[in-house]
């Protein structure tokens, strides 16, 4: 059966007073506070906010990485508890497992599922024809680029099918040409495997490009301080960049981010706070 | 292979150590702190290489140390990375194992001798016993220390992938900690044919190091040096056949991800 009759439903987020806290005992903040929001089954949402301001920590709570501190999360009407195949979580850098090979990779969802290797294998090599990796299959995960291995860690997410796909700034980590070939290669995916797509960045252009709605966040605590629905029609393309409508929306966006007053505040991830400690030297003898 | 030409200054230098040894065991030099006066000549102890390599007894001493080792070894091998994976990934097996080992670490295994001779029924079970504990911390502790080296982002990225806590286990944090868990058996290993040498020099019948250090009382001299020679091409034999495995069993680590 082909990948895309085995579209997957998309998933409905209710969020309640939700809140999350990071950090142990005096050093503990609430990295967002008291969110209220909804997202309709198959919206493509981007979640903006400046660096810190808890947009990847609210992900990593859709994913189930991360627990609340307050207020419910619903998907589909349950109450999120742990990780999920059905919510797909793509990371900044490439998660794949560096001792598979890029296609036992894109098919370890299904190895999980207790899917024999021929029939998984077969299903995986599709996904990779999908995202236009089908001749590096054989391929370790470190021989591929870095667009290369974000585009296997989506094919490799959407084998299992997710109601949810949750991306922290996936695209982050790439040269400016490759992101734009990147963002419009989701899209694509997008209209065949119709999902709900939660998208982070910081990246004001491509919020705008790639969303229906852009919920915009401010730090410390994290809270939405403005709801976008946007209008521009599919399929978009480059000159959409350029449009006035676009630059109009743009300079609003500008202009929300620019009320914050300037403090850098360490990057948060979807499992918590930044690991800067390394662990300790072992003289292993 | 394209530095061919460095071979020839390697091997005079090999030659001149040979040379100095022949004149120094020959003209019974004495330099006062060392005296090469009771050393035998490179030539006596091909002489010597050579019968051993005749008589049965040769069969007989590498049997016994080979096997000594192997067991010891193996079963050090499996319980390191059997506790270093269950310490690296539960604070609770943490917390109740890693005290008393860490007690036990500081102790060199050929300290161990005395009591291990009185503890085990045979020397055979006490030699065991040394290369199991010498190979034992190296391999725990490297294990341990490639488990909690493996990235959680990878772990999280399997769980929501579907993959339950044997499943990571298997797939993520065994494999994350293979080349630790590689160089951990590479120590090991050279540490274990230490301890059995020492072992077998002070309570064993058979044995390398057992054929070393009778050599010595019965004045065989050049067969002391054919005793060591032996020994350190044992040890590096197994350590070589360790990291070729290694490689085998980790090829995504090795040669900067080639596919064979």
Request: charged content about 15%; some cysteine.
């Amino acid at each position: 059966m082909s990948v895309y009759q085995q579209a997957p439903t998309p998933g409905r987020i209710d969020g309640r007073q939700l809140s999350i806290r990071l950090g142990q005992g005096r050093e503990a903040f609430e990295a967002v506070q008291r969110l209220d929001f909804a997202i309709e089954p198959g919206e493509f949402v981007c979640i903006l906010g400046p660096s810190g301001c808890g947009k990847s920590t609210l992900l990593g709570a859709l994913a189930g990485h991360l627990q609340l501190s307050g207020g419910s999360l619903l998907v589909d009407g349950n109450a999120v508890a742990g990780p999920s195949p059905q919510r797909g979580m793509v990371f900044q850098h490439h998660t794949l497992l560096p001792w598979r090979s890029v296609l036992d990779n894109v098919a370890f969802g299904l190895k999980m599922q207790g899917i024999g290797k021929a029939q998984r294998r077969e299903q995986a090599l599709e996904m990779l024809r999908l995202v236009g990796l089908q001749d590096f299959a054989q391929r370790w995960p470190n021989q591929l680029s870095g667009g290369m291995q974000q585009r296997a860690e989506i094919a490799r997410v959407l084998i299992n099918r997710p109601r949810l796909l949750l991306m922290d700034e996936p695209f982050g980590a790439l040269d400016a040409q490759t992101r734009a070939r990147m963002q419009e290669l989701l899209l694509d995916i997008w209209t065949r495997i119709r999902t709900t797509v939660v998208f982070v960045t910081h990246d004001i252009d491509e919020a705008l490009f790639l969303a229906d709605r852009i919920l915009v966040m401010s730090p410390r605590p994290g809270r939405f301080i403005e709801d976008l629905r946007l209008e521009f029609p599919r399929p978009r393309n480059a000159s959409l960049l350029t449009s006035p409508g676009f630059t109009h929306l743009k300079r609003h966006c500008l202009e929300l981010l620019r009320h914050e007053d300037g403090r850098e505040l360490p990057r948060l991830t979807p499992l918590g706070l930044p690991t800067t400690d390394h662990p300790p030297l072992r003289i292993a003898l | 292979m394209t530095q061919l030409y460095r071979w020839p200054l390697r091997l005079a230098s090999l030659a001149a150590c040979l040379l100095f040894w022949q004149v120094a065991a020959n003209q019974r030099l004495d330099l006062g702190l060392i005296a090469f006066t009771y050393v035998p000549t490179p030539a006596a102890v091909l002489d010597a290489a050579w019968h051993l390599l005749q008589s049965s007894k040769l069969a007989d001493h590498l049997g016994s140390s080979l096997g000594r080792v192997f067991s010891g070894y193996l079963a050090a091998a499996v319980a390191g990375v059997l506790l270093g994976l269950a310490i690296g990934r539960s604070k609770w097996a943490e917390d109740s194992l890693l005290p008393p080992l860490e007690v036990l670490r500081p102790i060199p295994a050929v300290a161990w001798i005395p009591l291990a001779i009185l503890m085990f029924p045979s020397s055979e079970a006490s030699m065991i016993f040394i290369t199991f504990t010498g190979a034992l911390f190296p391999i725990l502790l490297n294990t341990v220390h490639g488990v909690e080296g493996v990235d959680p982002r990878l772990v999280a990225s399997a769980r929501s992938l579907g993959a339950g806590r044997l499943a990571i286990l298997r797939e993520v944090i065994l494999p994350g900690a293979a080349p630790s868990i590689v160089t951990g058996l590479a120590i090991g290993m050279g540490t274990s044919w230490f301890c059995l040498v020492t072992a077998e020099m002070i309570s064993g019948q058979f044995g390398i190091g057992y054929y070393t250090w009778e050599s010595y009382t019965l004045q065989n001299y050049p067969d002391i040096v054919v005793g060591m020679l032996l020994i350190g091409v044992l040890g590096m034999v197994s350590s070589t056949l360790v990291r070729r495995l290694g490689a085998f069993a980790t090829p995504w680590y090795q040669s900067g991800g080639k596919r064979a």
